[in-house]
């Protein structure tokens, strides 16, 4: 086992020259739509071999897969419905293929008092103090 300093520890991970065999990453979402999370981890564009710029830390690449992903992101605008019926297609292809192992998903935990009001939050910016009011 290598211990890495933080700021050369995912140029390594990511270089597929260095052969990692396991690393700890983690994502999140630029944007709050399955295509961000998948498309960027998991497809063989974010795959570039030989360099610390690869985005697919796995190295996965399967054609079938990313075609599946591209006729999700297609039918995003037009059917909603559809599209998210292929995107569940690839997450569970991706979990039954044991691709990444997920060891944690945060969840955050608001608490406010009764002289709080109009509490609204955002799924991925959390709470919207802009929109609250205190008594």
């Known amino acids: 086992m290598r211990v890495f300093p933080p700021a050369e520890y995912f140029p390594h991970l990511a ?8 690393g ?6 630029d944007i709050l ?8 981890g ?4 974010a795959f570039v071999p030989g360099t ?3 985005l697919n830390f796995s190295e996965y690449c399967d ?3 990313d075609a599946k992903m591209a006729r999700a992101a297609a039918l995003q605008a037009a059917n909603p419905l559809r599209a998210n019926e292929l995107w569940a297609q690839v997450e569970h292809e991706l979990v039954d ?5 997920p060891i944690a998903n945060p969840r955050n935990r608001v608490f406010i008092s009764e002289r709080v009001g109009n509490y609204q939050a955002h799924p991925f910016l959390g709470t919207l103090f802009d929109q609250l009011w205190v008594k």
């Open 15 to 22: 270089d597929s020259r260095n052969r990692a065999q396991i």
């Open 24 to 29: 700890q990453a983690g994502w999140v979402a």
């Open 33 to 40: 739509a399955p295509s961000d999370f998948l498309r960027t």
């Open 42 to 45: 998991f497809s063989c564009s």
């Open 52 to 54: 610390s710029a690869n």
């Open 63 to 65: 054609p079938k897969l």
């Open 97 to 101: 293929r044991a691709v990444a192992v």
